[in-house]
């Protein structure tokens, strides 16, 4: 009656594996599952266009929707 569950990978990051197996729980697949819905809700595009950013662009490294998705 041992169910095989195969892992999941996310769609943002190919590399990224996620299994589920009781004896090495943590919250890490918690958060991927959260960039998973805001990329698929496409809230993070749509939150960037309603905001300004007042930062030089010349100077910007990371741009406002890496911002909002590593808050």
Not at 7 to 34: Q, Y
């Amino acid at each position: 009656m041992g169910e095989t569950l195969r892992p999941v990978t996310a769609g943002f990051n190919r590399s990224l594996s996620i299994e589920t197996r009781a004896e090495r729980l943590t919250g890490d697949p918690g958060a991927v599952l959260l960039r998973e819905a805001l990329d698929a809700t496409g809230i993070i595009g749509w939150m960037a266009a309603r905001m300004k950013d007042s930062r030089r662009q010349a100077d910007v490294v990371h741009d406002l929707p890496s911002l909002l998705r590593t808050m």
